[in-house]
């Protein structure tokens, strides 16, 4: 696990959330390498539930104060689940974006990532 890679990939995904591009999200999803029993979301959920929750999303003011959680689990090697905790307005929200970042598979320096879903811890 490259700790460095976690933190750019998760920045990477804020940095388009951010800058509402939603499209190069969906483009960018590795969703086709799940396994059973787990899905991605489509862009289009994330625009919406990100309209929903008010505010905008923001960067945070350096990329070591986004909140991230990794989590390994025992029977699927290849891939990392990782919470990260989003900015709205400037300040940290208690919204929380769970990825799949796949260490198998890179582009560009970031692993390949599935947005798997958003919650309001």
Known sequence: MKKNRIRATASFIVDCLAARNYCLLEKLDFGQDMPSGYVRIPSGYIKQAVREYGGEVT??????????????????????????????D??????????????NQ????????????????
């Open 59 to 88: 960067v945070a003011p350096d990329p070591t104060a986004y909140r991230i959680d990794v989590i390994r689990h025992a029977d699927i090697k290849h891939i990392l689940f990782v919470d990260v905790r989003l900015w709205f």
């Open 90 to 103: 400037g300040q940290e929200s208690d919204l929380t974006l769970q990825c799949a970042f796949h260490t």
């Open 106 to 121: 890179t582009l560009d320096g970031l692993y390949r990532f599935s947005m798997t879903d958003l919650d309001v811890l």
